[in-house]
């Protein structure tokens, strides 16, 4: 097939809501776009372990830390399958490794704040994985094949992170004065950052219109957000907890709440390593992965004796 021919067949399939598969003709953007979103979301699975990791050891029960425990693999395996999708439209999982360890690499902004209660499990759980769904059922969608595979098994398991989260949350908005006041700061601490997860506004956005164009997001991130605010309030309230916008009002028309908007200087800030935590995190990867060294040595020599008793 020549060019216009490849070119026409990859839109076709869009159009018919197929799948692009890995052997596909693409667009070069296309695949550029993916292996930036794709390894994006890797690496926030991956740093996102860090500060839940910081509260295993401290969980208040042994089965808090069971809970906590399973969760934070799971966001582990979460970064495998990613990084996997990523290395199906031909980069390897060195370099992108590479990425992420050199800076050069984004993820996720709210992983660069600090987690300073017990609580901040729960509003983590709650509200950042709720987030994170929101954005995630839609991406079983996605055109492209891996990636929406991948998000299948990812989904699952998230909304039962949400729910370890909110039940974390509600048992401490019903436990002592202490304990209340402990789940509406992490709340207080939380709610803003994760608005922002979404991403800024349509009108900002730089990557938005070929992600809807080429059908690997199908809902913006202004639409995204506004759901997450419309099943996020209800939940506090029913808890007690109070979200901390005043801005926050009912609105009939829209069927749907009017909220405040972030403060998008703090979000450009931290995304460009300005953050509470942003050294810390990217610290904590570095020394994972010189701790690592000798496993990868000893996997690769492993590796080519296997292949010499073979042989
Ligand atoms: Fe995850
Ligand atoms: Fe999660």
């Known amino acids: 097939m020549d060019a216009t021919a490849l070119a026409a067949n990859f839109e076709n399939k869009l159009a018919k809501n197929e799948n692009i598969e890995p052997k596909d003709w693409m667009p070069d953007n296309y695949r550029k776009h993916l292996i930036r979103q794709i390894s994006q979301h890797a690496h926030s699975e991956v740093v996102g372990m860090l500060p839940e990791g910081n509260w295993i050891t401290r969980a208040p029960s042994l089965r808090r830390k069971m809970v906590l425990l399973a969760k934070v693999q ?14 199906t439209l031909g980069i390897s999982r060195e370099e992108l490794l590479h990425q992420l360890l050199s800076g ?3 993820y996720s902004s709210i992983f660069n704040y600090p987690t300073l209660s017990w609580a901040d499990m729960g509003a983590i759980g709650w509200l950042v ?45 019903a436990g002592s004065p202490e304990q209340k ?11 803003w ?20 164009k080429w059908k690997i997001k199908r809902e913006s991130n202004d639409q995204l957000r506004q759901r997450f605010v419309n099943q996020t309030i209800p939940q506090a309230e029913l808890i007690g907890l109070t979200i901390p916008d005043a801005q926050l009002k009912w609105n ?20 460009h390593g300005n953050g509470p935590c942003n050294k810390e995190r990217l610290g904590a990867r570095l020394k994972a992965h010189d701790d690592g060294k000798w496993v990868r040595e000893a996997a690769a020599a492993y590796a080519s004796k296997r292949k010499l008793v073979a042989a």
């Open 74 to 87: 799971d966001e582990g395996g979460h970064g495998l399958y990613l990084y996997s999708a990523a290395e």
């Open 193 to 212: 950052p994760t608005l922002m997860m979404f991403g800024p506004s349509d009108a900002n956005s730089a990557n938005s219109e070929n992600a809807i």
């Open 104 to 106: 050069k690499a984004k």
């Open 181 to 191: 006041a402990m789940a509406q700061d992490a709340l207080n601490r939380f709610w």
């Open 252 to 271: 009939e028309a829209k069927q749907g709440y009017d909220f405040g908007e972030p403060d998008w200087e703090e979000f450009n800030q931290v995304i």
């Open 129 to 173: 994985d709720g987030a994170a769904i929101m954005n995630q059922v839609m991406l079983q969608r996605t055109s492209y094949g891996p990636y929406a595979r991948a998000m299948v098994r990812i989904c699952k398991e998230e909304s039962f992170h949400q729910r370890q989260g909110y039940e974390i949350m509600s048992v401490l908005a």
